[in-house]
C-alpha cells in the first residue's frame, strides 16, 4: 500500500508536471477528447484506465489498441476519432497515423488514407514506411480486382457493364458513383438480385461507404433478406453522423413494423386471438423477443403447434434468433414429435450463456434419449469422415478408424452406412484408376461394398496376428 507521504509527493510531481510540462498538457486535454467519446460507445476505452499519465510513450500504445478495437467492434469513426483526439492536441507518431489511414480505409475514405500512406511511404521509421509503401502498391491491384469481378458478375446475368471505367481509377472511393449507376441499371431490368450481389462484393473489397450500404439494404427488403438488411441498418447506427444515425433509426422502425405485421398476419390466417404481441411497432425487433416468447408458449397450449413454429421460424428469419427463441421453438418441435429437429437445436444451447435457455434445454434433452445419444456419435463420424479424402491411403485408414468404432458399437448404424459411403468411395476410385466407368452403386451393393471392407479388415488383422504369434513360438 502506497503511504501518505508518498502519496502526497506523487500529487505533487503531477500537478506540477501538468502546470510546466507541456507533453502532460497535451495528454490531459486528449484525456478531456476522449471522455467525451466514451459517451458514444460501450468499448470502455482502456487510455481512459491510465491515471496521471505525463508521458506520451507511455500512453499511445494504449490508445492505438483502444483504436483497432473500435474498428473490430464497426466503430471505425469512432476509432478515427479517437485518434484524432491525439492529433488535435498536438499528439502523434507514425504508428499513430497508420492507424488513421486504416480507420480511413475501413470508412472508405479513399483519398485521405491514401494520402496518410503517401506521406508515412518517405518516414524514418522503416517498419511504418514499409507497410505504408505495400499499402500504396496494392492499391491499384484492389481497384482492378474489384473491377474484373464485378464486370464477371454483370456479364454472367446476361447483361453489359455500361458505366464501369475501362481505365484503372486512382483511388478505389471513385468507383462508387459508376457501381451505383451500374446497379440503378440493373434495377431497372428487374436484376434485383445481381444488383445485390454487386454491392456485397464492393463491401467485401473495401469499399463499403454509407451509399453503398444504404443501397444495399434497400435491395434486401425487396429481395426479403431482412436479417442482413437489418444487420446494415444496425451498423449505421454506430456512425457519428447525426443525419445517418437518424435515417437509419427510422428505418429500423419501418422494418419493425414489417415484421410485426407479418407476425399478426400469421396468426390470424391460422385463426387463433392474438394476445400478447403489441399493435404499435417498436423502435427495433429486439424488443418484441419477450412478447413473441408469451405468445409462442400460448399457441402451444392452444395445441397450435404448427403456428407457433411458423412464428419462432419467422422471428429467427428477421434476426431474432436468441438462444430463447431457439430453445422455445426446440419445445414446439417436440410437442410436434419431431425429436430429431428438436436434439439438433438444443445439443449446442446445453452450452449457452443464457442460464434459463441453458436450463430449458437440460430438461428438454432428457425427453429424447435416444435421439440426443445420436447427436453425441454424429461429431464423432463426422471427424472420421473428414480425413478421407480422395487418396488411396486416407481411404484405407478411414476404414480402419470406422471398423474399430464399429467392434465397440456393432449395432450403430451411423457406423455401418460410414463404412459403407467409404466403402463407395473407394470402389470409385477402384473403377476410375482401371478405367472401368460402371454405373453407380445399387443399395444392395453399398451395403455389400461395406461388409466387404469390414470383412477384409478384420481378416488382415487376424492373420498379421497369426504370423506374428507363429514367429514368437518359433523363436
Known amino acids: ?30 484525456f478531456k477528447r476522449l471522455s467525451k467519446l466514451q459517451l458514444s460507445t460501450n468499448y470502455q476505452l482502456e487510455s481512459l484506465r491510465l491515471k496521471k499519465i505525463t508521458r506520451w510513450k507511455s500512453f499511445w500504445r494504449v490508445l492505438l489498441k483502444d483504436a483497432e478495437q473500435l474498428r473490430k467492434n464497426g466503430q471505425a469513426d469512432l476509432s478515427l476519432a479517437a485518434l484524432n483526439a491525439a492529433k488535435d492536441s498536438g499528439l502523434t507518431n507514425p504508428w499513430i497515423e497508420a492507424s488513421r489511414a486504416k480507420s480511413y480505409e475501413k470508412l472508405s475514405q479513399w483519398p485521405k488514407a491514401l494520402a496518410i500512406w503517401d506521406e508515412l511511404s518517405i518516414c524514418k521509421n522503416k517498419d511504418v514506411s514499409r507497410i505504408a509503401i505495400k499499402n500504396l502498391n496494392n492499391h491499384p491491384n484492389k481497384i482492378n480486382a474489384l473491377i474484373s469481378n464485378l464486370n464477371t458478375v454483370i456479364h454472367l446475368s446476361g447483361n453489359e457493364a455500361r458505366f464501369l471505367p475501362q481505365a484503372t481509377p486512382t483511388c478505389l472511393q471513385e468507383l462508387e458513383d459508376p457501381i451505383l449507376a451500374e446497379v440503378a441499371n440493373l434495377e ?17 473489397a473495401g469499399l463499403s461507404s454509407r451509399l453503398i450500404k444504404e443501397k444495399l439494404a434497400s435491395l434486401l427488403c425487396e429481395l426479403e433478406q431482412n436479417k442482413e438488411a437489418i444487420t446494415l441498418w444496425q451498423s449505421l447506427l454506430n456512425s457519428k ?19 410485426l405485421d407479418r407476425l399478426r398476419s400469421i396468426i390470424k390466417r391460422k385463426g387463433q386471438p392474438i394476445l400478447h404481441l403489441p399493435k404499435t411497432a417498436p423502435s427495433t425487433l429486439s424488443e418484441l423477443e419477450s412478447a413473441i416468447i408469451k405468445e409462442t408458449d400460448a399457441l402451444r397450449k392452444a395445441k397450435s403447434n404448427d403456428c407457433s413454429l411458423l412464428i419462432l421460424e419467422t422471428s429467427i428469419m428477421w434476426g431474432i434468433d436468441t438462444d430463447m427463441i431457439k430453445a422455445k421453438k426446440a419445445r414446439t418441435l417436440l410437442s410436434m414429435k419431431k425429436y430429431n429437429e428438436a436434439v439438433i437445436l438444443l445439443t449446442p444451447l446445453l452450452t449457452s450463456d443464457n442460464k434459463k435457455a441453458k436450463q430449458i434445454a437440460q430438461n428438454l434433452i432428457k425427453r429424447c434419449p435416444k435421439e440426443s445419444q445420436m447427436t453425441i456419435i454424429n461429431p464423432k463420424i463426422n471427424n472420421i469422415l473428414r480425413k478421407a479424402d480422395d487418396s488411396e491411403k486416407s481411404i484405407e485408414s478411414t476404414l480402419e478408424l470406422l471398423a474399430d468404432e464399429i467392434l465397440k ?8 452406412k460410414a463404412l459403407q459411403e467409404v466403402a463407395m468411395k473407394r470402389s470409385r476410385l477402384n473403377n476410375y484408376k482401371n478405367q472401368q466407368f460402371k454405373e453407380e452403386l445399387t443399395l444392395y451393393m453399398q451395403e455389400r461394398a461395406g461388409l466387404e471392407a469390414f470383412l477384409e479388415i478384420m481378416e488382415y488383422r487376424h492373420s498379421k496376428k497369426a504370423i506374428k504369434s507363429s514367429t514368437n513360438q518359433s523363436t
Do not use: W
Not at 188 to 204: D, F, G, H, T, Y
Not at 242 to 247: E, V, Y
Not at 409 to 416: C, E, F, I, S, T
Open 188 to 204: 431497372e431490368s428487374k436484376s434485383l438480385k445481381v444488383s445485390a450481389r454487386i454491392l456485397k462484393n464492393c463491401i467485401a
Open 241 to 259: 453522423e447525426i443525419k445517418i444515425r437518424t435515417l437509419s433509426k427510422k428505418n429500423l422502425k419501418r422494418m419493425s413494423k414489417k415484421f
Open 409 to 416: 458399437d456393432p449395432k450403430n448404424d451411423q457406423l455401418h
Open 1 to 30: 500500500m502506497t503511504s501518505p507521504i508518498r502519496f502526497f509527493f506523487g500529487e505533487c510531481r503531477y500537478i506540477i508536471h501538468s502546470i510546466v510540462n507541456r507533453e502532460a498538457k497535451k495528454i490531459i486535454e486528449t
